[in-house]
């Protein structure tokens, strides 16, 4: 019996935890599951007898050393900042690793003992990164093999409402870190780079810079740069290509809206405010308006927004911005700290929502002569409030990667990202077959 | 005799040096001056009997304490941050002491001890801070004593260059640190508060919310938005006023201009510039700048100034953008490593340059249900390279509080500002005869 060690059971593990209990009595696998709220694994396990449901804190290498070294494979839904404490875990005790996560540049400096050990520690497995490096490198390849070169690479990304569950101006609801929606693209330029010139967009212009897309039976979405898009070259292989692009999916109009926080100062969380434990959306809004003797909030913005925006003000009274009521904020918060109070309450799922993601990649490339262009799109729709779009796409390219390290299909060691067929295509296949995938669409540029 | 101790003789040092040996036979004084580099203090000495050159590392406390333990008063002319550590030293060896700088939430903790020990640890007694402090509570003072309610206070201050040495379309050239210029306003919200509102400014708008001011004799200024008016409140003892503003003043057109940098993102500080050490002003500049398939750099540059900015083209002809000349810039510097390299050129003093120190501060009070408004405004011109404007009112009012404390003229004690009329008169008034004059004017306001 292989033992499968699950440190977290958190929103992103709920279908990584139903697909290995589905296949854990023909594989023969028994799964053993942390979580600080015991209850949180008990509830995803069901009666199962193929889990044994653990609480302690993973966070601690000495609880967590006794679990490793009874496990085959584990696997870390941990925050991305702990892997790299986990992986030295696994590094002592021998063990292979999975985690969803980006590899840190303090995870790549474990790569020549990993490999040395012949462990496995397969990282950007889940969604963003994870299926949108499998999708694109599967394209990458293809064309490559064909003879074909690659002048030009755009993918975008995002998690968002199914349609069903879109009903707010904005079209967006949180599926995922409210925080994280907060402080998109802060912290510095981002960078691409595009017809060879390498280019960089300071953060109040990015929600300005917008691509427009369509994916067909989904209708229209718009793209904002993400923070970087220059390292995927070294990644995917790609370093002479011309263009090379990634960003985030909101559906039309959010992007606009969004644009008037950054302009306003509204997303800053550096400076604590002044009585923000006092202020209401209506007082919030207005310190970042200018000052008039005598017009209104509702004026004052109005004025702020102008005629070419004046068509969001829906946008910002759906979120209570006029209200006058006090949020009840903590003292000391920041611009961000209370925009993300306000979207968290307004952006709710409401218990039948469904969420979903969406991922789109635009390729041009060259063969004998003729220029071609492939457009490759995925939609998945989540289940329900647990089986989530997020949950499933997150959860199960890690559970099939799990069950290729335990049944000895990988045969690279090190720590490893899946970009070599080896690895992609095994999962890219059963994720298809699971629903999740890609619509692949030809064209020849004339 | 006294023995005065300086530590560090760069260049806002010399006004300081040059009126402390002026006063060294009369006084009884002898000067202690250190520097890492004993050339330039022996520079600033020539051959008084008044002073000794040392020369040993200031920064570390073993150095430094057998030269405190010899001196009657100890000025910290160190960068900022190490004013807390010579601080301790002289709490140690119970010396006074004096810096220029703002008093750290370090330097403040030590103020019960200075205190009990009768020590005065006085701070903020250049300019900006300084100056500005001293020639504000002068009026605040009178204002109050006369019964006035303020309701309103506005502040500038910049380190400009003199009217017969301003000969580019920026007026302006580096009189100071000129890393400061390319950072300015960055890092959060700026902060102030308009008729008891407080109000918050993100960085990529603080270049366009200018206040337009007139100085007799001297012409036009604008100023922009410090980041944080709202302390002064508590150190002004003005918690009840309506209106609390502070600003940097600059020449027309700077602050339009400059802004233009920021709107493209080029003062960023965060991310290394790919190749970087390639760059020429001209590549640097477009890779800002959107990407078109036959534009030229400066068309593209044209386009995005449009029609209300384009009279600005020169300003950036000037700094050279359109050069193809590469910079010879570091390996993975920032966009604003690379833009205070190509300012620190443009921008230089020539030798016969004179610098201006310009200050203005604008009142508004209630007597007798009657309002007024009082402006008051300080010009001072630099005499040389050597005793500048900057030297001089930052060193002069060091010097004269030296003067203060060593005649046992100031009977507080503990970490101090010089917001107390005992230790600001005699400031102001020797400042006023040594040519550091404020014009006041009075209005009633209809």
């Known amino acids: 019996m292989k033992s499968i060690l699950i440190l977290g059971a ?5 279908s990584l935890i139903r697909y290995l209990l589905k296949n854990a009595a023909s594989e023969n696998w028994h799964l053993r599951i942390v979580d600080q709220d015991r209850d949180l694994v008990l509830k995803k396990i069901g009666d199962s007898p193929y889990a044994t449901a653990l609480s302690f804190n993973a966070l601690v290498s000495e609880e967590r050393m006794p679990e490793i070294e009874k496990a085959d494979l ?8 702990f892997h790299v404490e986990v992986a030295k875990d696994c590094l002592k005790l021998k063990k292979h690793l999975i985690t969803p996560s980006y590899v840190s540049s303090e995870m790549k400096s474990l790569h020549e003992e990993a490999k040395k050990e012949k462990l496995i520690f397969l990282n950007e497995i889940g969604v963003d990164p994870g299926i949108d490096h499998m999708s694109a490198m599967k394209i990458i390849h293809e064309v490559q093999a ?5 002048s030009s ?4 990304c995002g998690g968002l409402i199914a349609p069903d ?10 599926t995922w870190n409210p925080k994280n929606v907060v402080l998109a693209g802060q912290g510095g330029l981002s960078s691409f780079k595009r017809n060879k010139e390498f280019k960089y967009i300071p953060y109040h212009q990015l929600f300005r810079r917008i691509d427009k897309i369509n994916i067909e039976g989904y209708g229209d979405f718009e793209g904002y740069p993400n923070r970087d898009s220059l390292s995927y070259q070294s990644v995917y292989g790609l370093n002479e290509i011309e263009t090379i692009y990634r960003g985030t999916l909101r559906r039309p109009t959010y992007c606009e809206a969004w644009d008037v926080f950054v302009q306003l100062g509204m997303t800053d969380h550096v400076l604590p405010l002044t009585h923000s434990e006092n202020l209401s959306p209506r007082t919030f809004l207005n310190a970042f308006l200018a000052y008039h003797p005598t017009k209104t909030v509702e004026e004052k913005f109005k004025d702020f927004l102008g005629s070419h925006r004046i ?8 979120l209570g911005f006029f209200d006058a009521k006090p949020m009840n904020g903590p003292a000391g918060a920041t611009a961000a700290e209370l925009l993300e109070l306000i979207i968290t309450e307004k952006w709710r799922l409401a218990p039948q929502d469904k969420d979903m993601l969406v991922m789109h990649h635009q390729f041009e490339y060259t063969k004998d002569q003729q220029k071609y262009r492939i457009e490759s799109s995925m939609v998945s729709i989540g289940e329900d409030p647990v089986y989530t779009a997020m949950s499933n796409t997150v959860g199960l390219p890690v559970a099939i990667a799990s069950k290729m390290i335990l049944k000895g299909m990988i045969n690279e060691y090190g720590v490893l990202l899946p970009v070599n067929k080896a690895i992609y295509q095994p ?20």
Chains 1, 2 share one sequence.
Do not use: C
């Open 74 to 81: 584990v696997i870390s839904m941990l925050p991305a900042r």
């Open 153 to 156: 690479f755009k993918s975008f």
């Open 311 to 318: 068509h969001l003000f829906g946008h910002f009274e759906f």
């Open 10 to 14: 958190g929103l992103s593990a709920s």
């Open 165 to 174: 569950s879109d009903n707010n101006p904005w079209g967006y609801k949180i």
């Open 427 to 446: 999962i890219l296949e059963e994720l298809e077959a699971l629903g999740i995938v890609f619509n692949d669409k030809h064209y020849e540029i004339q």
């Open 146 to 150: 064909s003879n074909g070169t690659i």
